[in-house]
């Protein structure tokens, strides 16, 4: 279904593309820094899913709306900076400490990490437009089941990027862990991921589609 010399390549930029810090690995981070190792694969598990609701997306064709509709796009774009904003401002305000509460690893907790994950990346439209930009330079029409190929390569993307951003949410967490020794240090990590929140917010609202 799928041209492997094509298939090959695909894998070489797609892991360079895994590994490249962007702002989804910035915000699995922020993640695993304010919740611990469990809310940073949590997050990444969120992203991953929300990615694979992009692939099928553009799979579909739903993803070109954003090409030829761009009030579409700034509306999402604008949502999407909101809600990280909102993030923000819950990581700043936060005094509490990861497990203090017994929260910490709960149903509500991971829950609560997955949804925050998948959100964000569902209100980019920068990844929408990567998507039908990106996957389609490794589909060979001649071979027909165009959607099948998109979808293929899209969740071969999807699984490599949540093994690394799962990798590093879990080192991030684990990270944070070591030096959340008391109250100042932990309050000094939600001013980190509140500040990554807002700085993703900004990127977010200020970039347009090229």
Known sequence: MVD????????VAAFALCIT???DMMFIVAMGGRGGPTAGVMAAFGVACAMLV????????????FTTLPTLYHV???????????LAVKAFRDRSVPGEDGSAGTGSGMRRAFWQGAVTNLLNPKVILFNVAFLPQFVDPSLGHVPGQLLLLGGTLVLMGFLWDG???LLAGRLADLLRRSKRVNRWLNIVSGTVFTGLAVRLAVTSPK
């Open 54 to 65: 992009h692939t099928v997306a553009a799979a579909l064709g739903l993803s070109a709306l």
């Open 76 to 86: 999402l774009r604008w949502v999407g900076a909101a809600y990280l904003l909102y």
């Open 167 to 169: 990798f590093v949410g």
């Open 21 to 23: 810090p962007g702002p």
């Open 4 to 11: 492997m010399s094509l298939y090959a390549a695909f894998l």
